[in-house]
């Protein structure tokens, strides 16, 4: 089984050029794809600059670099008891899509929402309103034909529990709604492989990086206490082909984490 | 110097009536009403001052603009917009409410807006003098309050230094300082004191007391609120704010932390 490795374009050291300096070398270091965090000031939702748009589809197209798109995250709510929150968050989400559409991206990525204190009395409440702007969102998607895959986050006032995912899955079947698997956040709660168990089904896409028990450093695999010989054991076993984006610290880690990677995969082969 | 209560004490189905009943319970004069839409809007906040006022002769209002995703210092153009019109529109019902003072998050600076932080800084910088224009022209006291998280721009000593150094020129704008905040940001009173100049210091005209981590959080961290009171007496030492309110959704915290207050007071 060959793997899909990509980079994540919070990897750039230049972020008013992050996309087409993270494209240039994953050009020169054979990884195949490249997921754009559209919170950069090169690609905006908000403030589409189309020959930028123009340039990173040449690149990508030119070389057979794959792109996906991230959705900003910072400040969006879509569980926000603040209907003005809510709908400017719904946009953005909307203009990602509309902006995944242009660079021929099958896929977007993005967080259900933030639980500040009208939610943390009222979670359900927020869930409900959760899954109000998610209906929206995806029927929108449907009609770019764009995937959504929410993703699960282990922050504090983060909404991205599995409790959370499950919840969602529960509440709205379409087969556009699928998961990123973070599995860092995963660890930064719980076990990984755990939620990797309940959520495998969904999995589209996969964010990696390594870090101790509790925490969210952004390491290279095999920096921290995560079972990641185990865990790719288990995608392989499951025949699941979702990208393993590196969302490490810098590009030396991203190179680092996919030669451990593939270290372990030769292993398990062996094994 | 006016002792008052956050209107947060509405949540967990608890009604204007049985806010006014602390009140007059307490003798408290002063409500700082935080804009949590829909609880406490645009919509519903002229009749809730209004039967507040009925029923509590000489009261005083303070405005806590909606500040949870608020953020005019976002690399999004949409969410610095949002904000802006919200506070605003904060600043308008204070207006018409016949508020004193306005109370904002100023904003987070995330990964990206570190990575541009000329330009965030550029664009927050003028959206804090349009603000403070817009309050200045209704006579609005307009405070701006420190938040815990790293990402936040207002958060240390030396932010509220930085922050001085945009705002000084203005009469109207000064800070809100939130004791639990402080400390959740592994801070104290004393390092403020210590860090930050008698002007910067003389900029405090409220301040907030309330459980750690924040008032604005759901906490059940009842053992803090002696830690926020004996920060609360050092500081009191050195500045004398215009209000101090206490904040909880729970009227058992509300109560004690009064009971603390006027103790020092």
Request: charged share 25%; proline share 4%.
């Amino acid at each position: 089984m060959r793997l899909l490795y990509g980079l994540s374009t919070s990897l750039a050291e230049n972020y008013k050029n992050a996309a087409i300096e993270t494209i240039k070398f994953a050009i020169e270091n054979n990884f195949q794809v490249v997921e754009i965090f559209c919170e950069t000031p090169d690609v905006l939702p908000d403030q589409p600059d189309y020959k930028k748009i123009s340039e990173i589809n040449s690149i990508a197209r030119k070389h057979g670099i794959r792109i996906q798109i991230h959705a900003p995250f910072h400040s969006l709510n879509l569980a926000s008891f603040n209907e003005r929150i809510r709908q400017v968050s719904v946009k953005i989400i909307k203009d990602t899509i509309v902006l995944a559409s242009e660079l021929n991206s099958p896929i977007v990525t993005f967080h259900l929402g933030l639980c500040f204190l009208p939610c943390q009395i009222d979670r359900k409440k927020a869930l409900k309103v959760l899954i109000r702007s998610l209906w929206d969102i995806i029927e929108f998607a449907n009609d770019y034909n764009i995937m959504l895959a929410m993703e699960n986050r282990g922050g504090k006032l983060d909404i991205g529990r599995l409790s959370d995912l499950l919840y969602v899955l529960d509440n709205i079947s379409d087969n556009k709604l699928r998961v990123t698997f973070d599995v860092v956040q995963a660890n930064v709660v719980d076990d990984p492989l755990k939620y990797y168990e309940a959520l495998k089904k969904f999995i589209r896409n996969i964010h990696v990086s390594d870090s101790p028990r509790g925490k969210s450093l952004l390491l290279a695999v095999g920096e921290g206490e995560i079972n990641y010989k185990e865990l790719l054991a288990r995608l392989i076993r499951d025949n699941i082909s979702a990208p393993l984006i590196f969302e490490v610290a810098n590009k030396e880690k991203a190179l680092k984490s996919r030669e451990e990677l593939e270290k372990h995969k030769k292993a398990l082969i062996r094994d | 110097m006016v002792l008052g209560v956050s209107s947060i004490l509405l949540f967990k189905q608890r009604t204007v009536k049985d806010l006014i009943s602390l009140l007059i319970e307490l003798n408290i004069k002063h409500v700082d009403l935080f804009l949590i839409p829909p609880y406490l809007s645009i919509d519903n906040i002229d009749e809730i001052a209004s039967e507040i006022r009925d029923a509590v002769s000489d009261v005083k209002f303070t405005i806590k603009a909606p500040s949870f995703s608020e953020n005019l210092a976002s690399i999004l153009r949409e969410i610095r917009e949002t904000t802006m019109r919200e506070y605003i529109e904060t600043i308008e019902i204070a207006h018409r409410v016949g508020a004193l003072g306005v109370i904002i998050k100023p904003g987070m600076m995330f990964h990206t807006e570190k990575k541009c932080k000329d330009e965030i800084l550029g664009v927050f910088t003028e959206s804090i003098r349009k603000i403070a224009d817009k309050a200045s022209h209704y006579g609005i006291k307009l405070l701006l309050e420190n938040y815990y998280y790293p990402y936040e721009i207002l958060r240390r000593a030396e932010s509220f230094t930085y922050i001085y150094e945009l705002i000084k020129d203005y009469n109207n704008v000064g800070f809100a300082l939130n004791i639990p905040h402080l400390l959740e940001s592994r801070s104290s009173v004393d390092f403020l004191i210590r860090n930050c100049s008698g002007d910067v210091l003389n900029k405090i005209e409220l301040i907030y007391l309330g459980l750690r981590p924040s008032p604005w959080e759901n906490s059940t961290y009842i053992q803090s609120i002696t830690h926020s009171y004996y920060e609360f007496v050092k500081i009191y030492k050195v500045v004398k704010p215009e209000y101090i309110v206490a904040a909880s959704i729970d009227p058992t915290i509300t109560r004690l932390l009064i009971d603390y207050l006027r103790d020092v007071l």
